[in-house]
């Protein structure tokens, strides 16, 4: 493992900038929650047909977009594909909420009862548990089964967030929020998508920039003063979570469901270029800022590497 010495601590904390208080922070992050929260059961019209022709996720976001299997199929065929993929992200949303809010829950625990910090996280949670059910509604509505991500993967999660420290909690819901944040922003614009999902992003997209902003100032004030174990722990954790998530982003069960050959159609996503591109370009806001607090440095940096996640 790659030591971490004081003066690279020293110039790492630096990068951190000024932290900001605590409690004013939550006291404008529960501001905005007052102004822009959203019932999607009442928000969106779930009733409405879908329209013929329209996609469910932007074309170029699908796993197979722009392969040689892609070209051989219909455009019937691959708005289908887009059909099942956007159940599989959003089984795969409701999965990272679940754990997101287990963490949260762990962090309030010991502090403040009475604070706004806590007011905010519970707050955050029942966002959280908004979108999960407006994900598993959509999901529902799209005549598609759930995508849950592997056995392994699903128990493995168990431990992680069982060991993870308070940074490494925060990394790691950096980590599932940003990337999908930055999928839904081109999303929710796209007139080529079904307007429901186009809804569905857009509520996710205003909540969720209250969530990173939490996240990212809580990561930040945590390393501060995080021991030098807990700074490389983290780091480890980190990766291996970015590993884990790149490997569920998309279940293979979805090629079956349109009548492709899954072995085949996995083997042409891992050889994509453009998916590569897309992956890398998703993760960039956050590698960008998990570089500058230090967190991608020795074996971390190497899983997030082999995650396809960082360049």
């Keep these: ?32 929650s007052r102004k822009h929260s959203y019932d999607p ?25 722009d392969t040689p299997l892609w070209r051989r199929m219909s455009e019937e065929q691959r708005i289908d594909l887009s059909r099942h993929e956007a159940a599989s992200l959003a089984s795969l949303g409701i999965w990272f909420e679940i754990i997101l809010m287990q963490l949260l829950v762990r962090h309030i625990y010991d502090k403040p009862l009475t ?19 407006m994900f598993a509604r959509l999901i529902r509505r799209g005549g598609t089964p759930e995508y849950p991500v592997p056995r392994v993967h699903h128990n493995l999660a168990r431990v992680l967030k069982s060991v993870s420290t308070t940074p490494g909690s925060f990394a790691a819901t950096l980590l599932g929020e940003e990337i999908l944040d930055w999928m839904q922003r081109l999303t929710f614009p796209d007139e080529r998508v079904q ?40 780091r480890l954790s980190c990766g291996e979570a970015a590993r884990v998530f790149s490997v569920c982003f998309v279940n293979p069960g979805v090629y079956e469901a349109v009548g492709l050959d899954r072995r085949e159609a996995v083997a042409q996503v891992r050889a994509s270029g453009h998916r590569r591109e897309v992956m890398r370009a998703g993760a960039e806001r956050l590698t960008d800022f998990l570089d500058d607090v230090g967190l991608l440095r020795g074996p971390g940096r190497r899983l997030w590497k082999a995650s396809g996640l960082l360049a």
């Design 115 to 133: 604070s706004q910090h806590v007011r905010y996280a519970l707050t955050e949670i029942a966002d959280e548990c908004r979108h999960s059910m």
């Design 195 to 234: 307007p429901l999902v186009r809804g569905v992003t857009r509520i996710h997209v205003i909540e969720e920039a209250r969530h990173v902003r939490y996240a990212r100032e809580e990561l930040r004030r945590q390393l501060v003063t995080a021991p030098r174990w807990e700074r490389e722990f983290t």
């Design 1 to 32: 493992m790659t030591p971490f010495t004081e003066p690279d601590f020293t110039r790492f904390r630096d990068a951190l900038g000024p932290l900001r208080d605590r409690e004013q922070v939550a006291e404008r992050l529960l501001e905005s």
């Design 41 to 65: 059961d009442t928000e969106l019209d779930w009733d409405a047909p879908f329209e013929q022709g329209k996609w469910f996720w932007p074309p170029e976001l699908v796993s197979l977009y």
